[in-house]
């Protein structure tokens, strides 16, 4: 059974504009955290933004504040991460992760969170160019 979905990636020139989904099974979703992660080539996951589900805390890297915009619609169980003023440094496979909240933010960098009972997308990619 598949718990998270996303979609919503393509190619777009500098300044341009994606909005991503990640549709989540019922019990992913509820009272949980979604988050959304990317990796590029030769490069390490980072973590992006994420946000509860049941509540107002959000959370976004210091590189996309002011830029991406997560957001949820509770009753389609789906968090979307709205990208705007798109760099090619934004290229990369962007995937949506969902676990019970951490404790704090900064459990999304140290590789701790999503924990192993969490769930990951597919991913999809966001190509972004010069």
């Known amino acids: 059974q598949v718990q998270l979905v996303e979609s919503g990636g393509g190619s777009v020139q500098t300044g341009g504009s994606l909005r991503l989904s990640c549709a989540a099974s019922a019990h992913t979703y509820i009272s949980n955290c979604i988050g959304w992660f990317r990796q590029a080539p030769g490069y390490e996951r980072e973590p992006v933004a994420a946000l509860s589900t049941a509540g107002s805390s959000t959370f976004y890297t210091s590189s996309v504040q002011g830029r991406f915009t997560i957001s949820r619609d509770n009753a389609k169980n789906t968090v979307y991460l709205q990208m705007n003023s798109l760099k090619p440094e934004d290229t990369a496979m962007y995937y949506c992760?969902?676990?019970?909240?951490?404790?704090?933010?900064?459990?999304?960098?140290?590789?701790?969170?999503?924990?192993?009972?969490?769930?990951w997308g597919q991913g999809t990619q966001v190509t972004v160019s010069s």
């Open positions: 992760a969902a676990d019970r909240c951490p404790p704090i933010w900064a459990k999304l960098y140290d590789g701790s969170w999503p924990g192993v009972k969490g769930y």
